[in-house]
């Protein structure tokens, strides 16, 4: 078996290589930033899209714009949505859940009680779960609630359910490693509501992107729905093949084991399940994925070529021994 960490794809790599020779060219440099915009706009089936160095990048533009009291999940979300409006000194709220999933009837109480301004989420509930967006929009929309959807991990929703301009009034998107865009660094935001953009046009110059991110990016985006199709179909393969996992029905792009010992379980997989270039383990409590005691098989951090059929058979064998090890 072998698996390796995912890297930005041969034909992303020799268009950002290319475009690296434009640097300076101010004509190509804009195109590559116009192309890119117009790429995301056509992906969220949003009016307005801007393209930015990071994720949190995006996170911040939002944030800024909208301003007032923000409403976050109480586990499940972005550890950068917390730092953020802590550093942008906005009131926050949390809105409990069920292991990161919204209770629609729990969201509409905490709406009338903490009258936020914003609602920050993931679209999948710390990668594991898919959350009701198009429903959580619904409400958002008739309470007056600014929903925001980090799409960092649905880009290309074969369903249409998520990253879709039609569910969330703002989307904002990571394309760093190992995202589903994967491109090292960069992100984007796109909405239909233009006084986002125009209130953030000193942002925008600060955190302005690479062109050779932009270049990359209109690459990307082509592959995007191929990848997270796979990446979902090896998920589901494995919550099946696998004795206990959480959130078996939902789809995700990791694989999460209860485990009352994860830190030991952990060091286990990572011997029997070794990955070139980095690693797919990681452990619970923690905010940005589920708060109990859990082990994350992380495969949307693998390259597309690692998601055989044998591969994943095998890695559920090993997973299924230690579980039983451990029980």
């Not at 082990?295 to 994943?312: A, F, Q, R, T």
Request: overall charge positive; aromatic content about 6%.
């Amino acid at each position: 078996m072998e698996l390796f960490f995912k890297t930005p794809q041969k034909n992303v790599r020799e268009t950002m290589c290319q475009a690296s020779l434009d640097m300076g060219n101010r004509e190509k440099e804009t195109t590559h930033k116009k192309n890119a915009e117009k790429s995301v706009k056509h992906l969220t089936h949003h009016d307005h899209a801007k393209i930015l160095n990071s994720g949190n990048s995006a996170i911040m533009m939002a944030m800024s714009s909208i301003k007032g009291p923000v409403l976050l999940p109480d586990q499940g979300g972005w550890t950068g949505f917390k730092k953020i409006a802590e550093f942008l000194g906005l009131k926050i709220s949390y809105l409990p859940t069920n292991q990161g999933i919204i209770n629609l009837e729990v969201l509409n109480r905490y709406i009338k009680l903490e009258n936020p301004q914003s609602l920050f989420i993931t679209s999948f509930a710390g990668y594991m779960a898919e959350q009701p967006v198009k429903e959580i929009f619904e409400l958002c929309d008739e309470k007056g609630v600014i929903l925001v959807e980090d799409a960092s991990g649905a880009i290309g929703d074969p369903r249409g359910s998520l990253a879709c301009g039609d569910h969330a009034h703002i989307i904002v998107s990571s394309t760093g490693s190992p995202k589903i865009i994967n491109l090292g660094s960069g992100g984007f935001i796109s909405t239909n509501d233009i006084n986002i953009v125009n209130n953030s046009n000193f942002l925008l110059k600060t955190l302005r992107p690479s062109p050779v991110i932009c270049a990359g990016m209109v690459e990307a985006i082509k592959k995007a729905p191929d990848t997270l199709s796979r990446t979902l179909k090896a998920c589901n393969f494995l919550k099946k093949e696998i004795k206990t996992v959480l959130f078996e029905e939902y789809r995700g792009i990791n694989v999460t084991l209860p485990s009352e010992n994860p830190k030991k379980m952990a060091r286990e997989l990572r011997k029997k399940i070794p990955v070139k270039g980095g690693g797919i383990i990681s452990t619970c409590p923690r905010y940005d994925r589920i708060k109990q005691p859990a082990v994350c098989l992380e495969i949307k951090n693998l390259e597309i070529k690692s998601l055989k059929k044998e591969n994943l058979r095998e890695m559920a064998d090993i997973t299924n021994q230690i579980i039983s090890d451990f029980f």
